[in-house]
């Protein structure tokens, strides 16, 4: 009976020894909770809008250019990813979209000169990765 008595008393000590080493986490207030991430922000999203609306019929979607129809007359419109567009300064595709040139219409009046700087940085990011 002692032995019994012996063996519990000893099974007893351990388990309290064992729940009184048992640390609980520790949280730590000190530190500012880290805000979520924002989303990424599309810094060309009215020059889309814009391309889609007044270059796209044209141009096509991806700048490839290509054959297109304007006022019942079938042209060949270049592509705005090739070598020569690539050339051009800031300042050449800013007066081509403004006055025009050969086959492409004027948008001087159809656009601001601040909507037309935007679709220069758009064809530039987005056909020519400048």
């Known amino acids: ?45 009215n020059a889309r809008v814009l391309f889609t609306k007044n270059c796209e019929a044209c141009h096509g979607p991806a700048g490839e250019g290509g054959k297109a129809k304007v006022e019942g007359k079938e042209i060949r419109v270049p592509s705005l990813k090739s070598d020569h567009a690539a050339k051009h300064t800031d300042k050449q595709l800013v007066e081509t979209i403004t006055i025009g040139e050969e086959e492409m219409p004027s948008f ?23």
């Open 108 to 130: 001087k009046g159809k656009l601001k000169s601040e909507e037309i700087a935007e679709l220069v940085k758009f064809v530039r990011e987005e056909f020519q990765k400048k």
């Open 1 to 45: 009976m002692k032995l019994i008595l012996l063996i519990l008393a000893g099974t007893t000590i351990a388990l309290v020894t064992m729940g009184c080493n048992h640390a609980e986490p520790t949280t730590t207030t000190n530190s500012p909770a880290q805000p979520a991430p924002s989303p990424t922000v599309d810094e060309f999203a």
